[in-house]
Protein backbone atom coordinates (compact mmCIF):
# COMPACT_ATOMS: atom_id res chain seq x y z
CA UNK A 1 0.00 0.00 0.00
CA UNK A 2 0.83 3.38 -0.79
CA UNK A 3 -1.53 5.78 1.56
CA UNK A 4 1.73 7.82 2.86
CA UNK A 5 2.30 7.51 6.35
CA UNK A 6 0.92 4.45 7.26
CA UNK A 7 -0.48 3.49 11.00
CA UNK A 8 1.79 1.43 12.93
CA UNK A 9 -0.32 -1.00 14.07
CA UNK A 10 -3.08 -3.70 12.46
CA UNK A 11 -5.86 -5.45 13.81
CA UNK A 12 -7.85 -8.58 13.09
CA UNK A 13 -11.51 -8.56 13.13
CA UNK A 14 -14.18 -11.34 13.51
CA UNK A 15 -17.46 -10.84 12.67
CA UNK A 16 -19.95 -13.58 14.59
CA UNK A 17 -17.32 -16.19 15.12
CA UNK A 18 -18.50 -17.93 18.54
CA UNK A 19 -21.11 -15.07 18.65
CA UNK A 20 -23.02 -14.73 14.83
CA UNK A 21 -21.49 -16.53 12.36
CA UNK A 22 -20.20 -13.76 9.86
CA UNK A 23 -16.59 -13.42 8.03
CA UNK A 24 -13.75 -12.42 9.28
CA UNK A 25 -11.80 -9.81 8.52
CA UNK A 26 -8.76 -7.93 8.98
CA UNK A 27 -8.46 -4.13 8.80
CA UNK A 28 -6.59 -1.16 8.75
CA UNK A 29 -7.71 2.26 10.48
CA UNK A 30 -6.45 6.03 8.30
CA UNK A 31 -6.55 8.48 9.43
CA UNK A 32 -9.05 11.11 7.97
CA UNK A 33 -6.97 13.89 5.47
CA UNK A 34 -8.66 17.35 5.60
CA UNK A 35 -8.92 18.51 1.67
CA UNK A 36 -7.03 21.81 1.21
CA UNK A 37 -9.76 24.13 0.78
CA UNK A 38 -8.95 28.32 -0.92
CA UNK A 39 -8.67 30.82 1.89
CA UNK A 40 -11.99 32.10 2.84
CA UNK A 41 -12.73 35.60 0.87
CA UNK A 42 -14.09 38.20 3.58
CA UNK A 43 -17.93 38.86 2.91
CA UNK A 44 -17.26 42.88 2.77
CA UNK A 45 -14.10 42.98 0.61
CA UNK A 46 -15.52 42.47 -3.37
CA UNK A 47 -13.13 41.58 -5.66
CA UNK A 48 -12.65 42.93 -9.54
CA UNK A 49 -13.26 39.97 -11.41
CA UNK A 50 -9.95 39.11 -12.97
CA UNK A 51 -8.60 38.68 -9.12
CA UNK A 52 -11.19 36.43 -8.16
CA UNK A 53 -10.33 34.35 -11.21
CA UNK A 54 -6.66 34.58 -9.99
CA UNK A 55 -7.35 33.48 -6.59
CA UNK A 56 -9.50 30.46 -7.73
CA UNK A 57 -6.52 29.33 -10.30
CA UNK A 58 -3.97 29.88 -7.49
CA UNK A 59 -6.51 27.64 -5.71
CA UNK A 60 -6.81 24.49 -7.73
CA UNK A 61 -3.10 24.89 -8.68
CA UNK A 62 -2.31 24.28 -4.98
CA UNK A 63 -5.25 21.81 -4.86
CA UNK A 64 -3.94 19.71 -7.64
CA UNK A 65 -0.12 20.01 -6.57
CA UNK A 66 -2.02 18.73 -2.58
CA UNK A 67 -3.65 15.55 -4.70
CA UNK A 68 -0.30 14.91 -6.47
CA UNK A 69 1.84 14.91 -3.46
CA UNK A 70 -0.75 12.36 -2.02
CA UNK A 71 -0.57 10.34 -4.63
CA UNK A 72 3.14 9.74 -5.35
CA UNK A 73 4.15 6.10 -3.89
CA UNK A 74 5.64 6.27 -0.20
CA UNK A 75 9.84 5.73 -1.16
CA UNK A 76 11.10 2.68 0.24
CA UNK A 77 12.89 4.38 2.79
CA UNK A 78 9.96 5.53 4.25
CA UNK A 79 8.79 1.71 4.16
CA UNK A 80 8.84 -0.86 7.37
CA UNK A 81 12.20 -0.58 9.15
CA UNK A 82 13.64 -4.60 9.37
CA UNK A 83 14.98 -6.55 11.80
CA UNK A 84 18.68 -7.03 12.27
CA UNK A 85 19.54 -10.34 10.89
CA UNK A 86 15.63 -11.46 10.52
CA UNK A 87 16.01 -12.43 14.37
CA UNK A 88 13.08 -11.40 16.62
CA UNK A 89 12.85 -12.59 20.24
CA UNK A 90 9.69 -12.68 21.90
CA UNK A 91 8.09 -13.30 25.03
CA UNK A 92 4.56 -15.18 25.55
CA UNK A 93 3.25 -13.35 28.50
CA UNK A 94 0.12 -14.42 28.47
CA UNK A 95 0.97 -18.63 28.29
CA UNK A 96 -0.35 -19.23 24.73
CA UNK A 97 2.24 -21.52 24.74
CA UNK A 98 2.22 -23.40 21.91
CA UNK A 99 -0.36 -21.09 20.02
CA UNK A 100 2.47 -18.52 19.43
CA UNK A 101 5.64 -21.42 19.17
CA UNK A 102 3.57 -23.45 16.47
CA UNK A 103 3.08 -19.71 14.63
CA UNK A 104 6.99 -18.82 15.05
CA UNK A 105 8.20 -22.15 14.18
CA UNK A 106 6.10 -21.32 10.45
CA UNK A 107 7.52 -18.47 9.65
CA UNK A 108 11.29 -20.11 10.72
CA UNK A 109 10.56 -22.89 8.52
CA UNK A 110 9.32 -20.71 5.45
CA UNK A 111 12.15 -20.17 3.35
CA UNK A 112 12.50 -16.26 4.20
CA UNK A 113 15.79 -15.42 6.30
CA UNK A 114 13.90 -15.15 9.56
CA UNK A 115 14.28 -15.97 13.03
CA UNK A 116 11.82 -15.86 15.53
CA UNK A 117 13.21 -16.79 18.84
CA UNK A 118 10.89 -17.36 22.57
CA UNK A 119 13.14 -15.96 25.52
CA UNK A 120 12.50 -16.31 28.78
CA UNK A 121 12.08 -13.05 30.46
CA UNK A 122 10.27 -9.96 29.10
CA UNK A 123 13.22 -7.51 29.12
CA UNK A 124 15.12 -9.67 27.00
CA UNK A 125 12.09 -9.28 23.92
CA UNK A 126 11.63 -7.63 21.04
CA UNK A 127 7.82 -8.71 20.98
CA UNK A 128 5.25 -9.07 23.88
CA UNK A 129 2.09 -11.52 23.50
CA UNK A 130 -0.63 -10.86 25.87
CA UNK A 131 -4.45 -11.24 26.33
CA UNK A 132 -6.14 -7.80 26.72
CA UNK A 133 -10.06 -8.22 25.14
CA UNK A 134 -10.59 -4.96 27.47
CA UNK A 135 -7.98 -3.33 25.51
CA UNK A 136 -8.77 -4.69 21.91
CA UNK A 137 -12.35 -3.56 22.43
CA UNK A 138 -10.80 0.32 22.81
CA UNK A 139 -8.59 -0.02 20.27
CA UNK A 140 -10.60 -2.41 17.60
CA UNK A 141 -14.23 -3.04 18.29
CA UNK A 142 -15.58 -6.16 20.05
CA UNK A 143 -14.89 -8.37 16.87
CA UNK A 144 -11.34 -8.16 17.41
CA UNK A 145 -8.79 -11.38 17.22
CA UNK A 146 -5.40 -9.36 17.30
CA UNK A 147 -3.94 -6.08 17.41
CA UNK A 148 0.40 -5.32 16.52
CA UNK A 149 1.27 -2.17 17.82
CA UNK A 150 4.07 -1.50 15.17
CA UNK A 151 4.50 -2.85 11.66
CA UNK A 152 8.16 -4.08 11.14
CA UNK A 153 11.18 -3.24 13.84
CA UNK A 154 9.63 0.13 15.71
CA UNK A 155 12.50 3.12 15.86
CA UNK A 156 12.48 2.25 19.66
CA UNK A 157 10.52 0.25 22.63
CA UNK A 158 9.03 -3.29 22.50
CA UNK A 159 6.03 -4.14 19.93
CA UNK A 160 3.22 -5.58 22.15
CA UNK A 161 0.98 -8.62 20.04
CA UNK A 162 -2.21 -8.53 21.54
CA UNK A 163 -4.59 -11.47 20.86
CA UNK A 164 -8.08 -12.46 22.18
CA UNK A 165 -9.14 -14.24 25.10
CA UNK A 166 -11.19 -17.09 23.09
CA UNK A 167 -7.23 -17.69 21.36
CA UNK A 168 -6.25 -19.09 24.61
CA UNK A 169 -6.07 -22.53 25.65
CA UNK A 170 -4.72 -25.52 23.70
CA UNK A 171 -4.00 -24.43 19.51
CA UNK A 172 -6.37 -24.17 17.05
CA UNK A 173 -6.02 -23.88 13.12
CA UNK A 174 -7.18 -20.65 14.00
CA UNK A 175 -5.56 -19.55 17.03
CA UNK A 176 -2.36 -20.32 15.26
CA UNK A 177 -3.27 -18.55 11.64
CA UNK A 178 -4.07 -15.78 13.83
CA UNK A 179 -0.59 -15.42 15.70
CA UNK A 180 1.12 -16.07 12.26
CA UNK A 181 -0.49 -12.87 10.67
CA UNK A 182 0.09 -10.84 13.34
CA UNK A 183 3.66 -12.09 13.37
CA UNK A 184 3.44 -10.96 10.21
CA UNK A 185 3.04 -7.64 10.88
CA UNK A 186 6.06 -8.04 13.40
CA UNK A 187 7.94 -8.60 10.50
CA UNK A 188 7.16 -5.67 8.23
CA UNK A 189 4.47 -7.22 5.93
CA UNK A 190 1.04 -5.34 5.62
CA UNK A 191 -2.40 -7.03 4.40
CA UNK A 192 -2.71 -8.24 1.06
CA UNK A 193 -5.78 -7.41 -0.90
CA UNK A 194 -7.82 -9.82 -3.15
CA UNK A 195 -8.83 -13.38 -2.82
CA UNK A 196 -5.06 -14.99 -3.76
CA UNK A 197 -4.41 -17.30 -0.75
CA UNK A 198 -2.30 -15.41 1.70
CA UNK A 199 -1.84 -15.26 5.43
CA UNK A 200 -1.92 -11.50 5.38
CA UNK A 201 -5.30 -11.48 3.63
CA UNK A 202 -7.19 -8.49 4.31
CA UNK A 203 -10.30 -10.77 4.60
CA UNK A 204 -9.75 -14.29 5.80
CA UNK A 205 -12.50 -16.04 4.76
CA UNK A 206 -12.43 -14.54 0.75
CA UNK A 207 -9.16 -16.19 0.63
CA UNK A 208 -8.79 -19.66 -0.79
CA UNK A 209 -6.89 -20.64 2.08
CA UNK A 210 -8.94 -19.44 4.33
CA UNK A 211 -8.07 -21.09 8.31
CA UNK A 212 -10.02 -24.05 9.59
CA UNK A 213 -12.45 -23.24 12.70
CA UNK A 214 -11.54 -27.00 13.89
CA UNK A 215 -11.70 -26.95 17.59
CA UNK A 216 -8.76 -29.77 17.99
CA UNK A 217 -5.18 -29.06 17.48
CA UNK A 218 -3.93 -28.01 13.80
CA UNK A 219 -2.40 -30.63 11.39
CA UNK A 220 0.09 -30.14 9.22
CA UNK A 221 -2.57 -29.79 6.03
CA UNK A 222 -4.31 -27.05 7.96
CA UNK A 223 -1.39 -25.07 8.43
CA UNK A 224 0.18 -26.12 4.66
CA UNK A 225 -0.27 -22.30 3.96
CA UNK A 226 0.19 -20.64 6.77
CA UNK A 227 2.45 -18.70 5.74
CA UNK A 228 1.54 -18.77 2.09
CA UNK A 229 4.42 -18.83 -0.88
CA UNK A 230 3.48 -15.14 -1.67
CA UNK A 231 3.95 -14.03 1.92
CA UNK A 232 7.29 -16.03 2.30
CA UNK A 233 8.46 -14.41 -1.25
CA UNK A 234 7.26 -11.13 0.16
CA UNK A 235 9.26 -11.48 3.41
CA UNK A 236 12.48 -12.91 1.48
CA UNK A 237 12.09 -9.93 -0.48
CA UNK A 238 12.96 -8.16 2.88
CA UNK A 239 15.41 -9.87 4.44
CA UNK A 240 16.77 -12.68 1.83
CA UNK A 241 16.31 -16.51 1.34
CA UNK A 242 13.99 -17.92 -1.18
CA UNK A 243 10.88 -19.96 -1.27
CA UNK A 244 11.78 -23.65 -1.27
CA UNK A 245 8.14 -25.08 -1.61
CA UNK A 246 4.84 -24.53 -3.52
CA UNK A 247 1.62 -26.27 -2.81
CA UNK A 248 -1.13 -26.60 -4.87
CA UNK A 249 -3.39 -25.78 -2.73
CA UNK A 250 -1.92 -22.11 -1.63
CA UNK A 251 -2.96 -20.37 -5.17
Known sequence: MS?????????LSVAGYGRRMGAVCIFRRFAARPRPRAPPVPNECRQPRWIARALILLASAALLAAVACYAIPVAASSGPRTWEDGVVSFYDAADLGRTVTTAA??????????RLIQVAEPDDADVIFEVDDAELLTVCGDDCLGYTTSIGRPSRGQVR?????????DPRPLSVWVAAHELGHVLGLHHRDGSACSLMSAHAFDTRCAPSLAASAPTPDQLAC???PADVEEAAGMYGGRLTWVDARCR
Open 105 to 114: ERWNDSGARV
Open 226 to 228: VPA
Open 161 to 169: VMLAGELAG
Open 3 to 11: FGALPRWAC
